[in-house]
């Protein structure tokens, strides 16, 4: 959808590029769309709330960003103004249905070029709550920016609604991203914390691929292609990338004891559930202390950007050298310490370190080290004016990682929410299922006694 009007050109920034650069690894651009919902417990206008998305559209610029095809490159414009006509409602007799339709809307491709940015619809749950579905392009919101679009949608209906002056406007996406055009003092310290990242990654040996299903992929490549020394196989399937979504909800009880374990240390449930992920992995991988994984840097950094949409997220290469003589608490403790580090080098982006990885190690274009992408939506704080809601991710049904996990913690029951979305080619459902109850295991292991070293978790796991 090429501009018609005379509005300004841009180039994609970095995060955005990480997007297109997905594009290549996968024939099916769904891998690249964000779909989710939240419902609440009561009846809302919707009249009145299709209202509301109209002037949420004009508040959240991110809505009105379009991309064409400039020769072989992709560029993108805002347009001054869009409306939506119609939404779609749809009323559901179960749970299981509404998951088998959302998930179908999730994994159909949106037809980015011909100007489909979103598809938003209302519903009704089976058990009468009023609920809002959004399937956005990956290159125009990333999952915080999704968020935020529900939260400001319902400041903007509860303005209508009370007659009260609207919400504080959101900032632009737009000013971001003239921010990134062809900046110089940018790009320079891209290149200097590149050359920081290669040297933090490499810690003077090759990474070692440690997947959820132990080294069944690794050892499998070692022996199709006659090299027993390999450490990092060949994962990027453009084509073998269809997925599975399984979900997994942690009791309120054990989902109390890591909250408060958190509370009492000060510490970042991301740190926590990341290191039950990386003691985990350790385990049935060869008691490898060598853990590295994707995890994704949310890069919000000031107020500003903290209410714009948008697409600002970016992976980074996390890599953790566990110490089998060090505390549970130490090490998570350790963990904030690396976030610290990685997330003041998190302008980097993900293309940059692709090919870095590339150049230090001899990779193909289909090999990397990493195994999956992690992400910690900090979604429990209530920002719906007191209502409680359920959030809802969905199934886009492709995805060029071996698998990515979305964890979140339920705002309404507290409970830990584990979303796993894996690689059908790559990973069946028992691994899955077999990975979470180690993950969970290891975890509390670690909150009920936080002095036991990772030796010691690792032995009794």
């Given at each position: 959808?090429?501009?018609?009007?005379?509005?300004?050109?841009?180039?994609?920034?970095?995060?955005?590029?990480?997007v297109?650069?997905?594009w290549?690894?996968s024939?099916?651009?769904?891998?690249?769309q964000?779909?989710?919902?939240v419902?609440?417990?009561e009846?809302l206008?919707?009249?009145?709330?299709a209202?509301?998305v109209n002037i949420e559209?004009?508040?959240?610029?991110?809505?009105?960003?379009?991309?064409?095809r400039?020769?072989?490159?992709i560029k993108?414009y805002?347009?001054?103004?869009?409306?939506?006509?119609k939404?779609?409602y749809?009323?559901?007799?179960s749970?299981?249905?509404?998951?088998?339709y959302?998930d179908?809307v999730a994994?159909?491709?949106?037809d980015?070029?011909?100007?489909?940015?979103?598809?938003i619809i209302?519903f009704?749950?089976h058990?009468n709550?009023?609920?809002?579905f959004i399937?956005?392009?990956?290159?125009?919101?990333?999952?915080?920016a999704?968020f935020?679009?529900?939260?400001?949608?319902?400041?903007?209906?509860?303005?209508l609604?009370?007659?009260?002056p609207?919400?504080?406007?959101?900032?632009?996406y737009?000013?971001?991203?003239?921010?990134?055009?062809?900046n110089?003092?940018l790009e320079?310290?891209?290149k200097r914390?590149?050359k920081?990242l290669d040297?933090?990654?490499?810690?003077?040996?090759?990474?070692f691929y440690?997947a959820?299903?132990?080294?069944?992929?690794?050892d499998f490549q070692?022996?199709l292609l006659?090299?027993?020394?390999m450490t990092?196989p060949?994962?990027y399937?453009?084509?073998?990338d269809k997925?599975?979504?399984?979900?997994?909800?942690?009791?309120?009880?054990d989902?109390?004891?890591?909250?408060?374990f958190?509370r009492?240390?000060?510490?970042?449930?991301?740190w926590v559930?990341q290191?039950?992920?990386?003691?985990?992995?350790s385990k049935?991988?060869k008691?490898?202390?060598?853990t590295?994984?994707?995890?994704?840097?949310?890069?919000?950094?000031?107020v500003k950007?903290?209410r714009?949409?948008g697409?600002?997220a970016?992976?980074l290469?996390?890599r953790?050298i566990?110490?089998?003589?060090k505390?549970?608490l130490?090490t998570?403790q350790?963990?904030?310490q690396?976030q610290?580090?990685l997330?003041?080098?998190s302008?980097v982006?993900?293309?940059a370190i692709?090919?870095?990885e590339?150049d230090?190690y001899?990779?193909s274009?289909m090999q990397?080290g990493?195994?999956?992408?992690?992400s910690?939506?900090?979604?429990?704080?209530?920002g719906?004016?007191g209502?409680?809601f359920?959030?809802?991710?969905?199934?886009?049904g492709h995805y060029?990682m071996?698998?990515?996990?979305?964890?979140?913690?339920d705002s309404?029951?507290?409970?830990y929410v584990?979303s796993?979305i894996?690689?059908?080619a790559?990973?069946?459902?028992?691994e899955?299922y077999?990975?979470h109850?180690g993950?969970v295991?290891a975890?509390?292991?670690?909150v009920?006694n936080?002095?036991k070293?990772?030796?010691?978790?690792?032995?009794?796991?």
């Amino acid at each position: 959808m090429k501009p018609k009007n005379g509005e300004t050109v841009y180039k994609l920034i970095h995060s955005q590029e990480m997007v297109q650069y997905m594009w290549k690894y996968s024939v099916h651009t769904q891998s690249t769309q964000i779909p989710c919902a939240v419902a609440f417990d009561e009846e809302l206008d919707l009249k009145l709330l299709a209202r509301a998305v109209n002037i949420e559209i004009e508040r959240n610029d991110c809505m009105r960003l379009r991309i064409f095809r400039d020769g072989l490159k992709i560029k993108q414009y805002f347009l001054n103004e869009y409306k939506l006509e119609k939404i779609l409602y749809k009323e559901f007799s179960s749970k299981e249905e509404q998951v088998e339709y959302f998930d179908s809307v999730a994994s159909t491709r949106l037809d980015v070029f011909g100007g489909e940015i979103f598809k938003i619809i209302f519903f009704k749950t089976h058990e009468n709550k009023t609920g809002i579905f959004i399937c956005v392009s990956h290159m125009m919101m990333d999952f915080v920016a999704a968020f935020t679009f529900f939260k400001d949608l319902i400041a903007v209906y509860d303005s209508l609604k009370n007659g009260t002056p609207m919400p504080k406007p959101l900032a632009k996406y737009e000013d971001i991203i003239i921010k990134e055009q062809d900046n110089t003092e940018l790009e320079e310290r891209i290149k200097r914390d590149t050359k920081i990242l290669d040297e933090f990654v490499a810690k003077d040996r090759k990474p070692f691929y440690n997947a959820i299903n132990g080294t069944k992929v690794l050892d499998f490549q070692r022996k199709l292609l006659r090299s027993k020394d390999m450490t990092m196989p060949h994962i990027y399937m453009p084509v073998l990338d269809k997925t599975h979504l399984i979900k997994c909800h942690l009791s309120e009880e054990d989902s109390r004891a890591i909250s408060d374990f958190i509370r009492e240390n000060s510490l970042s449930a991301e740190w926590v559930i990341q290191l039950g992920f990386r003691i985990y992995l350790s385990k049935i991988n060869k008691h490898t202390n060598d853990t590295l994984f994707w995890v994704l840097c949310p890069r919000r950094r000031t107020v500003k950007e903290k209410r714009c949409g948008g697409t600002l997220a970016s992976p980074l290469p996390w890599r953790e050298i566990l110490d089998d003589n060090k505390s549970f608490l130490e090490t998570a403790q350790q963990l904030g310490q690396t976030q610290a580090f990685l997330f003041r080098h998190s302008d980097v982006p993900f293309t940059a370190i692709r090919q870095m990885e590339r150049d230090r190690y001899g990779l193909s274009l289909m090999q990397t080290g990493n195994s999956m992408m992690f992400s910690y939506l900090p979604a429990g704080e209530n920002g719906f004016n007191g209502r409680e809601f359920d959030f809802t991710a969905y199934n886009f049904g492709h995805y060029v990682m071996p698998l990515y996990t979305l964890t979140m913690q339920d705002s309404k029951t507290g409970r830990y929410v584990f979303s796993y979305i894996h690689r059908t080619a790559l990973t069946k459902d028992y691994e899955v299922y077999f990975f979470h109850n180690g993950v969970v295991n290891a975890i509390l292991q670690g909150v009920k006694n936080p002095e036991k070293t990772i030796g010691q978790i690792l032995e009794e796991l």
